[in-house]
């Protein structure tokens, strides 16, 4: 190899002793190239890209310290407190398409043309040397904080990442105490550094709206190819994903949004196995795809060297394994203002295929989610309420017909508390608009004492992403409840939609943090997807 590969343009050579802390700081655990790496599972997520590139520079602090400097910073207000080292904590990753050039700058600057096409929760533990990654359909319709109402939830971005953190936090009941955004077009480049990246398509696919190719994935026959930079995001990106038949015909995938996650999933931990396999256990090839990384990040102002160091030295011995993937379980929704159908509601398949007066949206899955969540953060799952049994939301209920129900907004959102109560009466509830409320944050059911099962059954309609907080009031009468609806109500729903599929999405009951097992890479592919090869 010639010397100029060991630099960067404008760059002065590494000198002898940081390409010895390179190949010193390399995993223990880099698999050899002649196919031993198939015999574990592959690393996941883009975090894992991330800590992979730290943990091979974690030799040298004088060489992690440069290349952590050229990492953009940004001062985000709405992040938990860091933790004390060796605590576990939450970080936000953000693929996005737009790079900000934010060092030095308190701002958030200019965000025109900016998407998070990409939203993972990481949930790191350093004392267990685990992680776990929670995926976020984009598509996921939130409260969006600040803006009086809901929408997708990567439209959260469009103000800066300050907002879409305060999202997540409010819509999850979660603190996030990092953030890291990743250029995606940077991947280009990414891969470009590793020689790209090998995979498998069964069949052909491109991605294909109105006549037109929209991302550039263009697959015209099966088999093993090796992708560059440009044909790697490419199906990164691709939005309108179809495939072909064995007759012939051009389908698309019937999980959408749930579906490019998938393929992403697939893609980054190929990408990552690339890197072990071939990249970082060069140091030449090592020090051009960390700089090919570093450039296309931008990290909280919190997340410190120090930090990153101590990472590195706890994850050096990492065991792909034990890296868990989640994705919040969803059902499929159309909205129309404030006025949201689920599947199995009264009109919800016309508004379906009325794309032009109605959005198609993802909603959380009622209860599901709250679990989902409490197994990523590695806790109990949340408590249920009086008078429910399990994930079904068991326990006597009555008649909606016989409950009258009076629906107040304690939000900003104009139209919320008239938009519900006709949802509720399309479901045969006795539903009127009680007016506003004074502003509050959770949505609540007021049931008279010893009307558990009265309130049960309105519960079971309300989605808010977990438990409804139910009260008593020695006010009302029997077979009357107040619906006050807070900062994190979502939809109402048809009861039978909660058992329901969650449209592909994997979910999990258990409290304990997932296993290798339970991920998303893990589970078998359609046949449609690419897989490595």
């Given at each position: 190899?010639?010397?100029?590969?060991?630099?960067?343009?404008?760059?002065?050579?590494?000198?002898?002793?940081?390409?010895?802390?390179?190949?010193?700081?390399?995993?223990?655990?880099?698999?050899?190239?002649?196919?031993?790496?198939?015999?574990?599972?592959?690393?996941?997520?883009?975090?894992?890209?991330?800590?992979?590139?730290?943990?091979?520079?974690?030799?040298?602090?004088?060489?992690?310290?440069?290349?952590?400097?050229?990492?953009?910073?940004?001062?985000?207000?709405?992040?938990?407190?860091?933790?004390?080292?060796?605590?576990?904590?939450?970080?936000?990753?953000?693929?996005?398409d737009?790079?900000?050039?934010?060092?030095?700058?308190?701002?958030?600057?200019?965000?025109?043309?900016?998407?998070?096409?990409?939203?993972?929760?990481?949930?790191?533990?350093?004392?267990?040397?685990?992680?776990?990654?929670?995926?976020?359909?984009?598509?996921?319709?939130?409260?969006i904080?600040?803006?009086?109402?809901?929408?997708?939830?990567?439209?959260?971005?469009?103000?800066?990442?300050?907002?879409?953190?305060?999202?997540?936090?409010?819509?999850?009941?979660?603190?996030?105490?990092?953030?890291?955004?990743?250029?995606?077009?940077?991947?280009?480049?990414?891969?470009?550094?590793?020689?790209?990246?090998?995979?498998?398509?069964p069949?052909?696919?491109?991605?294909?709206?109105?006549?037109?190719?929209?991302?550039?994935?263009?697959?015209?026959?099966?088999?093993?190819?090796?992708?560059?930079?440009?044909?790697?995001?490419?199906?990164?990106r691709?939005?309108?994903?179809?495939?072909?038949?064995?007759?012939?015909?051009?389908?698309?995938?019937?999980?959408?949004?749930?579906?490019?996650?998938?393929?992403?999933?697939?893609?980054?931990?190929?990408?990552?196995?690339?890197?072990?396999?071939?990249?970082?256990?060069?140091?030449?090839?090592?020090?051009?795809?960390?700089?090919?990384?570093?450039?296309?990040?931008?990290?909280?102002?919190?997340?410190?060297?120090g930090?990153?160091?101590?990472?590195?030295?706890?994850?050096?011995?990492?065991?792909?394994?034990?890296?868990?993937s989640?994705?919040?379980?969803?059902?499929?929704?159309?909205?129309?203002?404030?006025?949201?159908?689920?599947?199995?509601?009264?009109?919800?398949?016309?508004?379906?295929?009325?794309?032009?007066?109605?959005?198609?949206?993802?909603?959380?899955?009622?209860?599901?989610?709250?679990?989902?969540?409490?197994?990523?953060?590695?806790?109990?799952?949340?408590?249920?309420?009086?008078?429910?049994?399990g994930?079904?939301?068991?326990?006597?209920?009555?008649?909606?017909?016989?409950?009258?129900?009076?629906?107040?907004?304690?939000?900003?959102?104009?139209?919320?508390?008239?938009?519900?109560?006709?949802?509720?009466?399309?479901?045969?509830?006795?539903a009127?608009?009680?007016?506003?409320?004074?502003?509050t944050?959770r949505?609540?059911?007021?049931?008279a004492?010893?009307?558990?099962?009265?309130?049960?059954?309105?519960?079971?309609?309300?989605?808010?992403?977990?438990?409804?907080?139910?009260?008593?009031?020695?006010?009302?009468?029997?077979?009357?409840?107040?619906l006050?609806?807070?900062?994190?109500?979502?939809?109402?729903?048809?009861?039978?939609?909660?058992?329901?599929?969650?449209?592909?999405?994997?979910?999990?009951?258990?409290?304990?943090?997932?296993?290798?097992?339970?991920?998303?890479?893990?589970?078998?592919?359609?046949?449609?997807?690419?897989r490595?090869?």
């Amino acid at each position: 190899m010639s010397r100029q590969e060991l630099h960067e343009p404008g760059m002065a050579p590494l000198p002898d002793h940081v390409r010895k802390a390179i190949r010193e700081a390399l995993p223990s655990s880099v698999p050899a190239p002649a196919g031993s790496g198939r015999r574990r599972k592959l690393l996941i997520g883009l975090i894992v890209v991330v800590a992979v590139a730290v943990a091979g520079i974690g030799g040298s602090y004088g060489y992690a310290r440069l290349r952590f400097g050229q990492i953009a910073t940004i001062k985000l207000p709405s992040l938990g407190k860091a933790p004390a080292a060796g605590k576990p904590f939450t970080m936000l990753v953000v693929g996005s398409d737009t790079r900000q050039g934010l060092s030095g700058s308190d701002d958030f600057g200019e965000v025109a043309g900016q998407r998070a096409d990409v939203i993972i929760l990481v949930r790191i533990v350093p004392a267990s040397h685990t992680a776990r990654v929670l995926s976020v359909p984009r598509d996921l319709y939130v409260p969006i904080a600040g803006a009086g109402g809901s929408a997708k939830i990567n439209s959260a971005f469009d103000k800066g990442p300050d907002q879409l953190v305060q999202t997540i936090e409010h819509a999850f009941g979660l603190e996030i105490n990092h953030y890291l955004l990743v250029n995606f077009d940077g991947f280009r480049q990414v891969v470009d550094a590793l020689g790209g990246i090998k995979l498998d398509f069964p069949v052909p696919v491109r991605d294909w709206k109105d006549g037109h190719n929209q991302s550039g994935l263009d697959i015209a026959a099966a088999g093993c190819r090796r992708l560059n930079g440009n044909q790697a995001l490419a199906l990164a990106r691709s939005r309108y994903f179809q495939y072909r038949d064995d007759n012939g015909a051009w389908r698309y995938d019937p999980g959408f949004d749930l579906g490019r996650i998938r393929r992403q999933q697939t893609f980054l931990r190929v990408l990552a196995a690339t890197a072990l396999h071939k990249g970082l256990a060069n140091p030449l090839r090592a020090n051009g795809f960390i700089g090919s990384l570093v450039h296309n990040l931008t990290k909280d102002d919190g997340l410190s060297i120090g930090e990153a160091t101590r990472l590195a030295g706890d994850f050096r011995s990492f065991d792909p394994s034990q890296l868990g993937s989640q994705t919040i379980p969803t059902d499929v929704a159309v909205h129309q203002g404030p006025t949201v159908l689920r599947a199995g509601d009264a009109g919800f398949q016309q508004a379906f295929q009325d794309s032009a007066h109605w959005e198609q949206v993802l909603l959380p899955k009622q209860g599901e989610t709250g679990r989902v969540v409490a197994s990523f953060l590695g806790q109990q799952p949340p408590a249920t309420s009086a008078g429910q049994a399990g994930s079904g939301g068991g326990g006597s209920t009555v008649e909606p017909s016989s409950i009258k129900v009076s629906v107040r907004n304690a939000t900003k959102r104009s139209g919320l508390a008239s938009g519900a109560a006709g949802s509720l009466r399309r479901l045969g509830f006795q539903a009127g608009n009680g007016g506003n409320a004074a502003t509050t944050g959770r949505t609540t059911i007021y049931a008279a004492p010893g009307q558990e099962s009265t309130a049960l059954s309105l519960d079971r309609v309300v989605s808010v992403g977990g438990p409804v907080r139910r009260l008593t009031d020695s006010g009302l009468a029997p077979g009357s409840l107040v619906l006050v609806l807070g900062a994190d109500f979502r939809s109402i729903h048809a009861a039978t939609a909660s058992s329901s599929g969650s449209g592909g999405a994997p979910t999990t009951t258990a409290p304990k943090p997932p296993t290798s097992g339970s991920t998303t890479a893990a589970a078998q592919l359609p046949p449609w997807d690419p897989r490595p090869c």
